[in-house]
């Protein structure tokens, strides 16, 4: 996908006179914390992404710490982030753990809260992967 194709549909203020955390730091709290400081610490890497910083690293203990949490506020956020985390390699392969995260799509398709099955499926009318839809229909 080139520049141009980068749709971005959130845009998030920042102030600028703080200091970003550290990769280390945001992964611990996303690992050890409580939903308080797991959903701050989300809402720090959002920012970053959105300003350009790669993560890497932090992308599976996302999926392994914060996804399987049930709390809204969380799962409002992890929508934001799939929308603008890289899910392809730089040669347009689909990254391996988005079938992790496809996966969740799912259960959260089946969800029995109206709330987040209307809130994933309009993420999904968003996703140009058709890698990840497939599994879905």
């Given at each position: ?97 988005m079938i992790l995260v496809c ?35």
């Open positions: 996908m080139t520049a141009a194709e980068n749709v971005c549909y959130t845009l998030i203020n920042v102030p600028m006179d703080s200091e970003p955390p550290s990769e280390i730091s945001l992964k611990n709290d996303l690992e050890k914390g409580d939903v308080k400081s797991k959903t701050e610490a989300l809402k720090k890497v959002i920012i970053m992404i959105l300003n350009g910083e790669k993560l890497p690293g932090l992308l599976m203990t996302i999926i392994r710490f914060v996804l399987p949490l049930q709390d809204h506020t969380i799962k409002k956020l992890l929508l934001v982030f799939w929308e603008i985390v890289p899910k392809t390699t730089p040669d347009g392969r689909l990254l391996h753990e996966d969740a799509y799912r259960k959260d398709l089946q969800h029995p809260n109206e709330f987040i099955r209307g809130s994933t499926l309009r993420f999904l009318c968003k996703l140009k992967e058709a890698e990840l839809l497939e599994p879905l229909m």
